[in-house]
């Protein structure tokens, strides 16, 4: 339970910033950065570890919306 307490709150403080992130990427297409900003959250939350900090999560959630 507090992972997955933890997770949604992660999900909830960065979802705009990542989206913000993905938009100015791709140069402003809505649709497309928020499936890319989608595609991070999915791969940072598939790679996620219950020993993560904040820091690493938000690290690996840029990383995956980068490289996605």
């Known amino acids: ?3 997955e307490k933890f ?3 992660q999900i909830q ?7 913000a992130l993905a938009l ?3 140069g402003g297409d809505k ?3 928020y499936n890319i900003a989608v ?3 999915v791969e940072a939350l598939r790679s996620f570890s219950v020993n993560e900090t ?3 999560f938000l690290i690996n959630l840029a990383g995956a ?3 996605t």
Not at 13 to 19: A, D, L, V, Y
């Open 7 to 9: 997770l949604k709150l």
């Open 39 to 41: 595609a991070g959250f």
């Open 13 to 19: 403080r960065f979802e705009q910033k990542i989206f």
């Open 24 to 26: 100015w990427l791709i």
């Open 31 to 33: 649709n497309k950065a």
């Open 54 to 56: 904040e820091d690493v």
């Open 65 to 67: 919306t980068i490289w």
């Open 1 to 3: 339970m507090e992972d």
